[in-house]
């Protein structure tokens, strides 16, 4: 048998493979947008501007909604919420896990991954916050320390790890609670 006859099933199933779209196994090559790396999708946002600009008012906390819907690409659950999953990586290194937005009440929910630990010692210094006293529920169960910070109508509350308090786990913004509707 000649090389080019041994080589004819090769170059028949190739090309047949080619009719088809299918030229190689495996996925597709990802999309240049898609392996860009996060911090380069996510501009500016980083976990000091998202404890910082809840406590300028109504202005921070659209700076907020506009960060969240960049680095998550938010989703509408239905008219009055929104919400996007993570993990999605900021400029400054730092996770997030999840966001939620109540737009009726005010109210967003940001997650932190706590592997990329956030201390809380630095988020109380960045914001001002200060110790609630309550850190167990009504059954006695530790959901870790929360430290509160209000600022222009808003309020900030910095949730952390339970039992060793080390990482902040949660952030929640709210409009303080003589402001709310």
């Not at 380069?40 to 921070?60: F, Y």
């Not at 730092?94 to 010692?121: E, W």
């Not at 209000?150 to 039992?163: C, H, K, Q, S, V």
């Amino acid at each position: 048998m000649s090389h080019l006859q041994k080589m004819a099933p090769l170059l028949a199933l190739s090309l047949m493979l080619q009719a088809c779209g299918t030229t190689r196994p495996g996925k597709q090559p990802p999309q240049e947008d898609a392996i860009a790396p996060p911090a380069a999708k996510t501009g500016s946002v980083t976990v000091e501007n998202l404890l910082r600009w809840p406590l300028e008012g109504t202005g921070g906390t659209e700076k907020i909604l506009a960060a969240l819907d960049q680095v998550f690409e938010m989703k509408s659950l239905r008219a009055s919420q929104s919400s996007g999953q993570g993990p999605v990586q900021l400029a400054d290194g730092h996770v997030l896990s999840f966001a939620y937005v109540r737009k009726l009440s005010g109210d967003i929910d940001i997650g932190i991954d706590q592997n990329a630990c956030v201390s809380p010692d630095w988020a109380v210094k960045v914001t001002g916050a200060v110790l609630n006293p309550v850190y167990q529920d009504a059954h006695g169960v530790d959901r870790g320390k929360q430290y509160d910070a209000i600022g222009n109508g808003m309020a900030l509350r910095i949730n952390t790890t339970p039992e060793t308090y080390r990482c902040v786990t949660a952030l929640h913004i709210y409009p303080s609670p003589k402001e709310r509707p």
